[in-house]
């Protein structure tokens, strides 16, 4: 009876250890799936706030560049484009047609030197450079939860639970555009 009693609270202890497990581990996959969304909500925050800020921009260099026409509006396609994107993948695509929007349109803002003088538009670019590094920042912290996620997902022995519970692996969504890997060449003549 005592040798019974022994394996059967062995057993039960066994079964209360792998219970316990498939509990933290499956608590530890919804917890980096909520950090996931919570990321990417902060970066839709900072892209928004320079969404917000780049009408103003606009309207800034429009004034000193009324003939650059082609490239305010490659700025406003790509503005509508992020406001109008729903899924993730559509929002990463318009980011990153914004980006090379505001590329264009701070390169035309060099060729005005009254332009570079005006307060307004200093005032406008130095919020501009700190929203891009938000961004910049932002997308370093969800591409590292993400990486968090992915590497408990294939982990064994939590990739079976990952597979029970439906938790699959992620994509790092933010890497660096092939032509912006490129070094650029420097040229001193």
Known sequence: ???????????????LLIVMFFVSTYNKLVKYDEAINAAWAQIENVLQRRGDLIPNLVNTVKGYAKHEKEVFENVANARA?????????????????????????????????????????????????GTENRIAVERKKYNEVVQAYNTTVRFFPANVVAGMFGFAKKEIYFKAEEEKKAVPAVNFN
């Open 81 to 129: 484009a992020l406001a109008g994107a729903r899924t993730v993948d559509d929002k990463v695509k318009a980011a990153g047609a914004m980006d090379s929007a505001l590329s264009r349109l701070l390169a035309i803002a060099e060729n005005y030197p009254q332009l570079k003088a005006n307060e307004s538009f200093n005032k406008l670019m130095d919020e501009l450079s």
């Open 1 to 15: 009876m005592k040798n019974g009693m022994k394996v059967l609270l062995g057993v039960i202890g066994i079964v």
